[in-house]
Nanobody
Framework: QVQLVESGGGLVQAGGSLRLSCAAS????????MGWFRQAPGKEREFVAA????????SYRDSVKGRFTISRDNAKNTVSLQMNSLKPDDTAVYYC?????????????????WGQGTQVTVSS
């Protein structure tokens, strides 16, 4: 069982930056692939970024490549998403997710465990 709690969301102007953090419970955090997803009002949830259990592999959706960076600290049971050059289209609720299987996150775009989400609003 893994419990995930996101933080760091807020309101920012276009071009600004935010850093999202996800704190995970459990002693086996380092075994899990971690991902960030987002859902805007009236839209389906979409994959944003993922990082493998060791941090050696990362994956991003095309629209955030070069602007967002996912990282993890297995000693602190945390995963972060640094978001730069934010655009109004990035406005959404952002969810942290965890799954033991890398392909579940980066191919099937889902996960076994989810956080409650944190709101990111980018004003134009």
């Amino acid at each position: 069982q893994v419990q995930l709690v996101e933080s760091g969301g807020g309101l920012v102007q276009a071009g600004g930056s935010l850093r999202l953090s996800c704190a995970a419970s459990g002693r086996t955090f380092s075994s899990y692939a971690m991902g960030w997803f987002r859902q805007a009002p009236g839209k389906e949830r979409e994959f944003v970024a993922a990082i493998s259990w060791s941090g050696a592999s990362t994956s991003y959706r095309d629209s955030v490549k070069g602007r967002f960076t996912i990282s993890r600290d297995n000693a602190k049971n945390t995963v972060s998403l640094q978001m730069n050059s934010l655009k109004p289209d990035d406005t959404a609720v952002y969810y942290c997710a965890a799954d033991l299987r890398w392909n579940i996150i980066v191919v099937q775009y889902t996960a076994k465990y989810w956080g409650q989400g944190t709101q990111v609003t980018v004003s134009s």
